[in-house]
């Protein structure tokens, strides 16, 4: 029986890593939001040796640079608000989990994301996508999360994370939604 090929998607706090490309026997996809968000100016001079290694994969095809489609966008919007991660998520966060449940819904193959993100992997498990952490513990179960304020214990839309709270001036913060 021919065993199943698999695809790799990396998140940027993975390239961060300094990960080496060859340890993987298969397809690496990232988007070019990710490989900006490694091109942070604040990292650039850190990052050299890491942005040489991935320039390099890219040019031998080892790592493939892929735009998901906007309805994926859109279906991760909606799921990270249900969620609750919306906001602790970033754009190219939400766009790297498009890509993944594009390329496990149009792929024959077994798709795995590598993230070190929380809330990644709380949306992968959402959506029953395949994840690992690397180097350190993952999560454990699902958490679906609400905005709520400290001081008046308002309940706000997960939208709202960070904002003020309208009625005592205080920042909203998340928890486990009981």
């Not at 949306?123 to 400290?150: A, D, H, M, Q, R």
Request: net charge positive; with cysteine; glycine share 2%.
């Amino acid at each position: 029986m021919k065993k199943k090929s698999i695809t790799y998607i990396f998140d940027t706090n993975i390239f961060l890593t300094g990960i080496d490309f060859n340890l993987f026997e298969g397809d690496i996809f990232t988007t070019p939001s990710i490989i900006e968000e490694v091109k942070d100016c604040r990292y650039i001079e850190k990052n050299r040796n890491i942005l040489n290694k991935i320039n390099a994969a890219i040019e031998t095809k080892k790592l493939k640079l892929k735009f998901p489609e906007n309805k994926y966008i859109d279906k991760i919007k909606e799921i990270s608000k249900k969620t609750g991660d919306f906001k602790a998520l970033s754009d190219a966060d939400k766009k790297l989990i498009a890509l993944t449940l594009e390329l496990t819904e149009k792929s024959n193959k077994q798709v795995i994301m590598y993230s070190n993100d929380y809330s990644i992997e709380n949306v992968c498990s959402e959506l029953n996508i395949t994840f690992s952490p690397l180097y350190k513990e993952g999560i454990e179960s699902k958490i679906t999360w609400e905005v709520y304020c400290p001081y008046c214990k308002n309940i706000h839309k997960v939208e709202d994370l960070n904002k003020t709270c309208e009625i005592c001036g205080i920042k909203l913060r998340r928890r486990p939604k009981k």
